[in-house]
């Protein structure tokens, strides 16, 4: 068998991408950004170039952003010690702020200068601008060990989604600017709540209707029993999974923000590696993608 040329490679790439461009043409497709990929700059440069092509090829990108170990790292430069329930941190005003400086400010304008580098116009959100996201107080019940009374945890200034409005997303679609939106919002009131990156992302995913919501994570999907990828599964299937322990441990509240998302209305939801190169390239534009699609 002859070995193809880089070059030869790519056009046969192009191909076959071809039919999944006109698939997801003018659809949107919400990335969750954020864990080992944000990390490491080459796969940062690659993820840019993905978010670039996307919009290129006539998709609708829009990146939601974590940045955790980079919120602990600045608290500890700040000297701001985090006091944790049932190992949630809880957040208090001064952390909020740092919080807004941190997910607003530094990180949310390094991938909008990523994404600019590569040719493409993008821009920086919160959940404050336009009025794009209302949050409310986060309420997280637990099981107390020692009554085994059910109560709430505090944890501050921890929010969820209370309504989205798309109307700047829908105006920046139609202006070829990717919006990057880091997962803070206001309540009612004008109080700044920090909002779990994943569902934040579900919430615009399923306010847009999206085509695709990418969960980019540090492991290649969903595995069965023997520990093999598996490569589409029903909602149905995947509370069947959890119920009989094949999905376990960490992988249960990743699953169960996909279903959270696809119940706002998103067609499909996919947990990806992010730290394959072009992850989302492969996902989006292969016919066998890069990871787990769980589908309604």
Known sequence: MAVLSDSENQARFLSEALPYMQRYEDQSVVIKYGG?????????????????????????????????????????RMGIKSRFENGLRVTDQKTVEIVEMVLAGSINKQIVTMINAEGERAIGLCGKDGNLVYARKAEKK?????????RILDLGFVGEIDEVDRT???ILATSATIPVIAPVAPDRNGQTYNINADTFAGGIAGALDAKRLLFLTDVPGVMDKDGNVIKELSVSEAKAMIADGTISGGMIPKVET???????????VVIVNGKVPHAVLL??????????LIVK
């Open 142 to 150: 637990v099981i107390d060990p020692e009554s085994n009374i059910e």
């Open 283 to 292: 996902e989006v534009f292969t016919e066998h993608g890069a990871g787990t």
């Open 258 to 268: 996909c279903l959270f998302a696809i119940e706002q209305g998103v067609e499909g």
């Open 168 to 170: 700047v997303l829908d």
């Open 36 to 76: 080992n990929a944000m990390g490491d700059e080459s796969l940062a440069q690659a993820f840019a170039r993905d978010v670039a092509l996307l919009k290129q090829s006539g998709v609708n990108p829009v990146v939601v952003h974590g940045g955790g170990p980079q919120i602990g790292a600045m608290l500890d």
